[in-house]
């Protein structure tokens, strides 16, 4: 497969390992490997996710005329025509936008700010000790790390759609609870407050219903205490 993919994206620069890695450690054996210059712009490709054609030379010019280090962009299983991307409207996010709607595929940032953020947490994600909040830890610390941090609520991106049936949003749920509730404490402030009481709930609601084993539930307290990584 590598080769197949060398041969027909050879402007590519691939990079392959020889072993399952967890998430969190494959993207940072790339991100270790990269030479960015200040004006690059770094995106987090998924498997099950697209960029619709021009949205990634939309999203780098958005940056450079708005002087933005770091984008978030909204994702749909229908991402948005190319007419509604020139519409889209950015504004200024908040803490908790951040905090509830990141994932690695919705952030987009400059060479200089990923070199400031630094690597991702490899505690966290799938494959790690907290499955869930690597995304919104990395999300987070590059929205503090930014100049200046724009966000568009217009889907840019295609990727698979969450599962709209209430149980399966609340298995995915229990799956990623400890690391999101990690990330939250991690990053706790005064407007955090509201969003981790709801998220501690609603870990309270999964033990108490037989969904997430109450080691789980600990574990995202006892990692806490420890020092933070990154």
Known sequence: MPEALRARYP??????????????????EVLRSLVLADDDHLFFPDDDAWYPHGSVAHLVEVS??????????????EPA????????????????DVMRRSGMITIVLTGRCAKKVGLIDERLGLGSPLPGGEDADYAFRAYKAARRALMTRTPLFGHRSLTRDRRSRV???????????FATLKHLRPSLVPLAAYRLAAGGYLVATGRLPIRSFVAAFAMKARRAEP
């Open 171 to 181: 298995r995915e749920m229990s799956r990623y609870w400890p690391g999101v509730m």
């Open 11 to 28: 402007t590519i620069a691939w990079q392959t390992v020889p072993r399952a890695l967890p998430a969190a450690t494959a993207r940072n």
């Open 64 to 77: 450079r005329t708005r002087a933005a280090d770091v984008l978030f962009v909204w994702y749909d299983d």
């Open 81 to 96: 025509t190319s007419d509604a991307r020139l519409a889209a409207r950015y504004e200024q996010p908040s803490a908790v």
